[in-house]
Structures are given as C-alpha cells and as structure tokens.
C-alpha cells in the first residue's frame, strides 16, 4: 500500500462515525444510514486516486454521502413504483412531483443546516423548535429586537441560498 492509499483509509476510517451521523441526519433513519454509509465507502474507495492529499477530506466525503443519500431516495421511490401497481396509479398524480421536490427540499434543508454554525442552529432550535419569542431570544443576547430579527432573517436568506444551490446541483 502506497503512502498515499495508507492516508486515504486513515482519513476514510476516521470519518466513519462522522459521515454516519450526518447520513442519520439526511435520512432519518439507522438502517438506512448504514446502508447509505457503505455505499459512500464504496464510491469514495473507487474515487481514492480523486483526493487531493492535503484538502479537506471531510468535506469531499460529506458531498459524496449526501449524493449517495439522494440516489438512495430516488431508488427507494423508484423501487415502490416496481412492487405496487396502486402506488404507481397514485403517483401519476401531479402531488407526487411536489412531495418529490419536498423531499429533496428537505433533505438539502437538513445538510444546509448541518453546515450552519453552533450558534446560529442553537438559535435556529430556539426560535423555531422551542418557540421562544424573537424579543426574548434579543434580550437573552443583549440585542434589540429589529437587529435579532435581522440576525433571523439572514439566517434563513443563508439557508435558502444553500438550499437552492443543491437542489441546482441534483437535477438531471
């Protein structure tokens, strides 16, 4: 093994729990993620002679794994459609498409929140998980109100532009 290939499997098997735990994050759900996680191992293994020694490794994986997560849906969907004939009669319907993009939506929803800053997520679950109110969440944070709501509002500008930048990238 190469000196290269030995700092590749050392970075790959030190991301393990890292990319699991994000791919739990995207999808929901443990089994899938682990499912999802060994495909990722399997493309980033096929890609290794990709990497740039010296970038950030982290970064590379979490883009593959997030790819991964999204064909992993699209296949889950794509396989209901094969086993029930019902299930394909109703997703001729128009619905279907919009809780496809919905889904993607969220699932980019999710990874743009990951990339967030502690702060800011913490702030995020406040206002919009605990409900706390935006002239408390100013007050707690020794701001006026119009500058948390500010604070709130580039967030969310933040969290759309994310979002809209990967539903870009995942269409055909």
């Not at 399997?42 to 290794?48: A, G, N, P, S, Y």
């Not at 299930?87 to 990339?115: G, H, K, S």
Request: charged content about 35%; hydrophobic content about 40%; glycine content about 4%.
């Amino acid at each position: 093994m190469t000196g290269a290939e030995k700092e590749f499997v050392s970075e790959l098997t030190d991301w393990q729990n890292r990319l699991f735990g994000y791919l739990f994050t995207l999808l929901g759900n443990v089994h899938d993620a682990r499912d999802v996680l060994q495909e990722t191992n399997l493309v980033l293994w096929h890609k290794m002679e990709d990497f740039q020694t010296g970038t950030d490794f982290g970064a590379w994986a979490r883009k593959c794994a997030y790819f991964q997560a999204l064909a992993f849906l699209r296949n889950r969907k794509r396989d209901k459609h094969l086993f029930d004939d019902d299930l394909l009669a109703l997703l001729a319907d128009e619905r279907i498409e919009l809780f496809d993009n919905d889904a993607e939506r969220r699932l980019a929803l999710r990874d743009c929140l990951a990339q967030l800053p502690d702060k800011q997520r913490r702030l995020l679950d406040l206002r919009y998980k605990d409900e706390v109110p935006v002239k408390q969440l100013a007050n707690d944070a020794g701001k006026n109100e119009s500058a948390m709501k500010m604070i709130l509002m580039r967030i969310r500008e933040a969290l759309h532009t994310c979002i809209e930048s990967k539903l870009k990238i995942s269409q055909p």
